[in-house]
């Protein structure tokens, strides 16, 4: 990332500062728009997602944007796993060398992330499987002590019951378990198993296989058990599954995961697939100047799609709120709203660089959308300088705002600091780029990539996540 884009980035912000913005891209009009109940919360490959992407297509043909070279307009589909059922699996336990246990037949369910195999391990407990980059001052990290290369990995589904207000939001952000598969993969696991515990909401029960879906799968083989096999596995020690997710509960991350020694497990996933398509909408702000950079492209993203009426596992509705609509204001339409308000000011400025919007779908279901541009799109992955990710991005509270994967370049903190001299926010830098969002593929690929985000909140992934609770002054000044 060139000291030609930290130039242009002042200049642009100082270009666009007087002008008046068409009545359309009105941050708080856009998030109302998307946000509405017709739009059915937007889950992928339904109709609310193509009435959500044709709005978002009307409103860059309204700021002058143009198709990418090469494609025949807006919209990028991809097909992706919409219906899911188990073939077949099973879980076996040795102990000591001799098995002691056969689980199949309503006891296992492969998750719907799943890769279809065979794997074998020592079995190791952590926790929830959570991996939290610091935030404010708190990380949590479930497999500090542990090591889990080649091995089984036994984690709770959800996060610590007893956290609440700031805390909870912060854990709820990473309990998605495709994003705690990842993690374990991460570090070397063969496979996962997940099992809701006695304290938990659905305590004891399997994870529905309409849970986080991905066309691709998440390269480790992955199932879940009900809780009478949980406890067995846990039972190996001496201990009830209760007692150690008490332990686990209050939410302190020095409470720790364990060894299961003399166990091992045999993990056999079979998944049935049905294929569905969603779309992905890219389109294109030329630059106005040719200036031979090596790196044409700078790439602005946010993903569109939310939980629909949340029927599937990565709903956190409570007693009361099941089968609302989940509107998904902060998540994502303060995002979508931001890169369109964005994008209108950079049309009316001179620009360095060709300047990408891109609008994914699929991100609640693992990254579908993102992670399919990457391998398809007409614009090669090297061509791009940088890419900027704005997901959850309404709810700036005490000036806080936080700038994640500023480790994907040497030169994003100091750019940072130098244009939020401009605004005035109280950055707080994350380094770590695997994140629960699209930074993750773009980072993939080596694309330099930085995330804004204003923090978690009481009302992630629940139908309260509605328009009334954003704050669209500091949305505002985040598009500035």
Known sequence: LSRMLVLMSVGLLGGCSDSNEPAAMDTRTLVEALADDDFGGRLTGTEGSLLAADYIIEQLQLIGSVPLPGAEGFRFPFEFTAGLSDGGSRASL??????????????VRAMSFSENGLVSGDLVFAGYGLSVPETDGFSYDSYATLDVADKIVLVLRYFPEDTDGELRGILSRYSGLRYKALAARERGAKGLIVVTGPRSPNAGSLVPMTFDTALSGSNIVAGSVTGEVGEHLVALT????????ASLDTGNPHVTGFSIPGAQVTLEMHINREARTGHNVVALLPA????????????????????GRGRGGNSLARE????????????????????LSAGARLARVDRQRDVLLAFWTGEELGLL??????KTSPIAMEEIAAYLNFDMVGRLAGNRLTVQAVGTSPVWVELVTELNGLVGFDVEFITDPYLPTDIT?????????????????EDYHRPTDDVDTLNYAGLDRIVE
Not at 100 to 105: D, H, I, Q, T
Request: hydrophobic share 35%.
């Open 320 to 339: 009361g709120e099941m089968g609302e609509i989940h509107n998904g204001a902060d998540d994502n339409a303060s995002g979508v709203a931001a890169v």
């Open 238 to 245: 001496g201990q009830t599954l209760e007692e150690v997710q």
């Open 441 to 457: 593929s773009l980072n993939g690929v080596e694309v330099p990539s930085i995330g804004f985000f204003t923090g978690s909140h």
């Open 369 to 374: 959308g993102s992670s399919d541009f990457v």
């Open 288 to 307: 106005t100047e040719t200036t031979g950079v090596e790196k044409p492209y700078v790439l602005l993203g946010a993903h569109y799609d939310h939980l």
């Open 94 to 107: 040795i102990v000591d060398g001799r098995e002691s246990a056969l689980w199949e037949n309503g006891l």
